[in-house]
């Protein structure tokens, strides 16, 4: 597969994105940057590393949209968090050409996407890192002793990082803003142990179920609605009402035509299917 093959699947996404075979495109860009690596054309490397990585977001996000097709919400939220960190890696060495290559839907999308899920706590581990070490050259990093190679730059195809070799965990912290997205806080089962997923979906499942292909396109409002009473009828009076105000029900919501809660407005580019509903109310 040439070069020019490659781009044009990679700019064909939206509509090849069934029928192309992913191994041979990964493959060949393998090989066309080893060739360059091995003939020191390191600007030629640099370009084919950021055709990896476009390659590496478009297979990512379009995982992740067929997980959550298949209702695996959190393994779709894991393949999001790898698109993001990747078009992170990718957006310093971003150059106009990459607009044909749909990462800009991507990023959207997929920054969309995450707001949508119900995930607001996530443990954070923290470390003591004793020793670590270029990726480029494998020399051990510290301050006194640096190799030379910047993080993020790329040499002979490569992205420089700092490897760990020598880490202390000294504890974990529950946050909400977390630097690593997978750390979902899930409760267990009490008999089995086994990890039990407790979060309600209805929001994102709205949203995918309506959508036909990953690349149609959607937009979303956060608002506030009237949600009827008859949804709430198991809460007294006097209990505090469900817009949750910490205000009594009969002093709030009760007396009106609904309970205020939160609600999303969804536009679709492409109508959905006539027999979704056009509200639905989550738990």
């Known amino acids: 597969m040439t070069l020019d093959e490659i781009q044009q699947q990679l700019r064909s996404v939206r509509v090849n994105y069934k029928s192309r075979k992913a191994m041979d495109i990964s493959a060949a860009l393998a090989l066309l940057k080893k060739t360059a690596v091995d003939a020191g054309r390191e600007v030629e490397a640099k ?65 969309r996407l995450q707001t949508l899920f119900p995930y607001k706590q996530f443990i954070s581990p923290e470390f003591l890192i004793r020793s670590k070490k270029c990726s480029i050259c494998g020399n051990e990093i510290s301050i006194r002793k640096p190799c030379g190679h910047r993080v993020g730059e790329i040499y002979k195809g490569e992205m420089c990082c700092r490897m760990v070799s020598d880490i202390e965990v000294l504890g974990t912290s529950i946050v909400t803003n977390p630097s690593q997205k997978y750390s979902v806080v899930f409760l267990s089962d009490p008999v089995t142990k086994e990890k039990k997923d407790q979060y309600n979906y209805t929001v994102i499942r709205y949203l995918i179920t309506r959508l036909k292909e990953p690349f149609d396109g959607w937009s979303h409002v956060v608002t506030k609605r009237r949600h009827p009473h ?32 939160p609600h999303i407005q969804f536009t679709f580019a492409k109508p959905p299917p006539p027999e979704m509903l056009e509200i639905e109310y989550s738990a």
């Open 230 to 261: 008859s949804r709430y009828a198991f809460i007294g009076r006097n209990e505090k009402c469900p817009c949750e105000s910490g205000k009594k029900y009969k002093k709030c919501c009760l007396p009106t035509e609904g309970v205020l809660r």
């Open 47 to 111: 370009e084919l590393f950021c055709l990896e990585q476009t390659f590496a977001i478009q297979e990512a996000y379009l995982k992740a949209f067929s997980q959550m097709k298949e209702e695996h919400y959190y393994e779709g939220w894991c393949t999001l968090e790898i698109a993001e960190n990747t078009i992170s890696w990718l957006l310093p060495h971003y150059a106009p050409s990459f607009e044909q290559y749909e990462i800009k839907f991507i990023q959207s999308a997929v920054q």
